[in-house]
């Protein structure tokens, strides 16, 4: 955080890294405070922040799901809540949610991810019809294979290499490319996009056509 700091001030803009845990609701409203003194105001809001856990049906406890959703989900429930009215000082703003194709589809022990991201999903509809009177579009990006160390944590092995294989761009996704798809959400260009979930996969789960 303090090297994104530092590389945005080395652009001449303002910039500050504030800790939070988007599963504690004090945390959040803190974070949001912060920003209104400091800013006066907020524009765009990207939901980034997630966690999981890699386990079944059956095996996944209350405690565990709980956790989860109370930051993938309730965490950005209370982002949005927090910064509506942030955005609406400003004149309008951009919320950009980070879904996944889990929700889609089914992988091996995601499903803490899968629905809790899967309902942010529904979250970035419902956002996007109420809040568009207020100049305030809400869209979702959901990214393909990326490659973070989390991935590399939580994906079986060589599960990588053979996902990279069947997309057919041959590639995996990049941090960049996601980064890349945010920011043109947040652009005018992309004013008339509203309440959309946009896949960044490169093509790999474009279903296979066999004659």
Known sequence: AAKTVAEIEALGRKAVAIQANM????????LFKSIGEQFGGLDIL???????????????????MNTVWAVNFVGSFLCVQAAV?????RGGGRIVTIATPGSHYVFPAYITV?????ALESLTRYIAVEMAEYNI????VSPGV????????QAPADYIKRAIARTPTRRAVTPQDVGYVAAFLCSEGALMINGQVINLDG???LPPFDV
């Not at 599963?23 to 803190?30: F, I, L, R, T």
């Not at 990207?46 to 966690?51: R, S």
């Not at 579009?137 to 979702?140: D, F, G, I, R």
């Open 85 to 89: 009215p942030l955005m609406q000082a």
């Open 146 to 153: 990326v490659l973070t160390e989390s991935l590399e944590y």
């Open 137 to 140: 579009t809400a869209n979702a």
């Open 46 to 64: 990207v939901l980034n922040a997630g966690t999981g856990w890699r386990s079944s049906v059956m095996e996944t406890t209350l405690k565990v």
């Open 114 to 118: 899968a629905t809790s991201r899967g």
């Open 23 to 30: 599963g504690n609701p004090d945390e959040v409203a803190a």
């Open 203 to 205: 093509g790999l789960f």
